[in-house]
T-cell receptor, first 113, second 119 residues
């Protein structure tokens, strides 16, 4: 009964490849997010998405694209991977109510060689 | 844009003692939410405590409490009776009260404080 799950937990790949990270939440939440945590542990929002709107952090390269097949899933596709993309990527979800916390997935450690 | 600053990259405290982690933020909004998240070595992000800016009363959750000073834009976390399991990275985070568009607002995080508990 994991609330927010991500697959895979670890991903090692070569520069230039295209990869996807999957995220699923079984909490019935309306909104999902992707965050990037760099090597210095700094967490930064990449995308926020619900069935009405996708909000993209303007600093995110367009090689990154979220795809939501349904309300419970928000997958992250990354094209032409670069060394600097190595990081831990967290998916999160929250209800639409304003004061509710975000529930985080376990994170995916991406290593680009 | 909002910013969150944690000025202590690392803190150390003896087991059973009290420690305070500092956080300041910058915003032009009057209504917002503040959070402290804990990230142990397992890297799971765990909510410790949250505060609504319109509430004057400081939030408390068992051994964890905050000192929220709205005018000073300060939001410190106090951990009483520190335990070995409290060792982790602690992140202060901010979110607007007024949600944009369909309500999809992310958190703005500080850079974190690494808390070490000395046995």
């Amino acid at each position: 009964d994991t609330a927010v799950s991500q697959t895979p937990k670890y991903l090692v790949t070569q520069m230039g490849n295209d990869k996807s990270i999957k995220c699923e939440q079984n909490l019935g939440h309306d909104t999902m997010y992707w965050y990037k945590q760099d090597s210095k542990k700094f967490l930064k929002i990449m995308f926020s998405y619900n069935n009405k709107e996708l909000i993209i952090n303007e600093t995110v390269p367009n090689r990154f694209s979220p795809k939501s097949p349904d309300k419970a899933h928000l997958n992250l596709h990354i094209n032409s991977l670069e060394l600097g993309d190595s990081a831990v990527y967290f998916c999160a979800s929250s209800p639409l109510e304003e004061n509710n916390e975000q529930f985080f997935g376990p994170g995916t450690r991406l290593t680009v060689l | 844009a909002q910013t969150v600053t944690q000025s202590q990259p690392e803190m150390s405290v003896q087991e059973a003692e009290t420690v305070t982690l500092s956080c300041t933020y910058d915003t032009s909004e009057s209504d917002y939410y503040l959070f402290w998240y804990k990230q142990p070595p397992s890297r799971q992000m765990i909510l410790v405590i949250r505060q609504e800016a319109y509430k004057q009363q400081n939030a408390t959750e068992n051994r964890f409490s905050v000192n929220f000073q709205k005018a000073a834009k300060s939001f410190s976390l106090k951990i009483s009776d520190s335990q070995l399991g409290d060792a982790a990275m602690y992140f202060c985070a901010y979110r607007n009260h007024e949600l944009t568009g369909g309500g999809a607002d992310g958190l703005t995080f500080g850079k974190g404080t690494h808390l070490i508990i000395q046995p």
